[in-house]
Nanobody, 124 residues
Framework: QVQLIESGGGLVQAGESLKLSCAGF????????VGWFRQAPGEEREFVTA????????IYADFVKGRFTISGDNAKNTVYLQMNSLKPEDTAVYYC?????????????????WGQGTQVTISS
């Protein structure tokens, strides 16, 4: 399985941007779908976005459409999450997840590998 390491989280003000990175080690992302999920305190983990590497197909949660963009760099085996127009309700730990050979999915249980998460905090 691939090892996933997220980075790029931090504290920003509402309306600002952050770019998260998810670096994969051990297996090439071209065999995977890679998703981003988030979990706020006291809440369940929720789907944000995902990409199927081989086709470039992307899916997004409704609440991030037009604000967040998922992309990948094949040479760096890294997936990015560009987050614009951030809101306080976007505050959460953000996780990337890998699904070997499968389609991009909104379901956490479909993913085989998880990173340790990176904290994103948006102040109002």
């Amino acid at each position: 399985q691939v090892q996933l390491i997220e980075s790029g989280g931090g504290l920003v003000q509402a309306g600002e941007s952050l770019k998260l990175s998810c670096a994969g080690f051990g297996l090439p992302f071209r065999r995977y779908s890679v998703g981003w999920f988030r979990q706020a305190p006291g809440e369940e983990r929720e789907f944000v976005t995902a990409i199927r590497w081989s086709s470039g197909t992307t899916i997004y949660a409704d609440f991030v459409k037009g604000r967040f963009t998922i992309s990948g760099d094949n040479a760096k085996n890294t997936v990015y999450l560009q987050m614009n127009s951030l809101k306080p309700e976007d505050t959460a730990v953000y996780y990337c997840a890998g699904r070997l050979y499968g389609l991009a999915s909104k379901l956490p249980d479909d993913y085989n590998s998880w990173g340790q998460g990176t904290q994103v905090t948006i102040s109002s």
